[in-house]
């Protein structure tokens, strides 16, 4: 019988990629082209018919960011903001923010500010019951951590837990067993014995619904320039600048990892699923309730 191996990043990773682009490479220091505050980690989808022999102009990856990042994502702010809602309506506290619509729109911070000093002066109220208490001091954790998503600091891992309380454990064995949410796929950390750097150093998550396509020539040039050739290469490319890509930073991209192809088909098959399906508008919540009643008579 076959001794039951566990998976690890040695199980999960090439460490050693190969020098031409191939899908599932993971690149560190990509352009993020204004979806994140500088360069972001990612990993490649393009096909790899279209990859060998440079047969593509562009090349398109998907950006990963650590799961600790992902709670000061817009991506996690529909959650926050019902687990704050309920944890109101528990404590029977009346919130000042004006949630706006569409939910991945940020409320106001002076809003947001506003709650936070009317909580601390609930909590120091000694007629406050002990269940009021914890609603709020839960609630406080989840507007410091929407505080987080505009501004360069992660939310802290400590504030999430404490607003989904028991919750908390099975959110993140869902995001480790890809459960969570169809747009996101677990990445484990590279762990390394020491002897060379991590990149991955933080479990991650890849957004599936941020895909990102860049000039095939921009990540090829990245692979093949020699140390000093990279800054004449962003300056002038056949009359081309290539500079707005880079942004800020003069370090190129740097290939790193790839994703072994057990794994990779996973990931492939849950992004193309995500597009693939064909969706139709949902009925209103009066709708669904007019239906309901109905159902009753028919």
């Known amino acids: 019988m076959t001794a039951f191996q566990p998976i690890n990043s040695k199980a999960y990773y090439d ?13 560190i220091g990509l352009p993020s082209m204004g979806l ?11 096909p790899a018919c279209d990859l060998s022999n440079f047969k593509t102009e562009t090349i398109t990856f998907l950006p990963i960011i650590p799961i ?13 903001r019902r687990e704050i809602s309920e944890r109101f309506r528990s404590a029977g506290f009346l ?7 569409p939910g991945y729109i940020l409320p106001r911070r002076e809003l947001i500010n506003d709650d936070l000093t009317e909580i601390e002066l609930r909590l120091a109220n000694s007629k406050a019951t002990k269940a009021e208490k914890e609603h709020l001091t839960r609630a406080a954790a989840g507007l410091r951590v929407i505080k987080s998503t505009s501004s360069p600091s992660l939310a ?4 999430v837990a404490l607003l989904l309380g028991t919750k908390w454990s099975s959110v993140k064995t869902e ?11 677990f990445l484990p950390k590279d762990f390394r014995d020491g002897s060379t750097p991590s ?11 941020y895909p990102i396509t860049l000039p095939a020539e921009f990540l090829h040039a990245a692979q093949h320039c020699l140390p000093g050739q990279w800054d004449a ?15 800020k930073s003069d370090i190129p991209p740097l290939k790193c990892l790839s994703v072994k192809q057990a794994f990779l088909a996973d990931m492939l098959s849950r992004f193309t699923a995500l597009f693939s399906r064909v969706g139709s508008p949902d009925f209103s919540r009066s709708t669904i309730e007019k239906y309901m009643l109905e159902m009753e008579h028919d």
């Open 95 to 101: 919130s000042r923010i004006a949630w706006p619509e």
């Open 68 to 80: 600790r990042a992902y709670f000061s994502n817009l991506a996690f702010l529909p959650t926050l």
């Open 156 to 159: 802290s891992l400590e504030d």
């Open 199 to 209: 990149h991955l150093e933080a479990h991650s998550l890849v957004l599936l619904r």
């Open 36 to 46: 994140f505050d500088g360069p972001v980690s990612g990993v490649v989808i393009s």
């Open 175 to 185: 995001l480790v067993r890809n459960s969570h949410r169809p747009d996101l796929h």
């Open 233 to 247: 290469f962003l300056k002038s490319s056949d009359g081309s600048s290539w500079a707005h890509l880079q942004g």
């Open 15 to 27: 460490f050693l990629p190969t020098s031409e682009s191939a899908c599932g490479d993971i690149w």
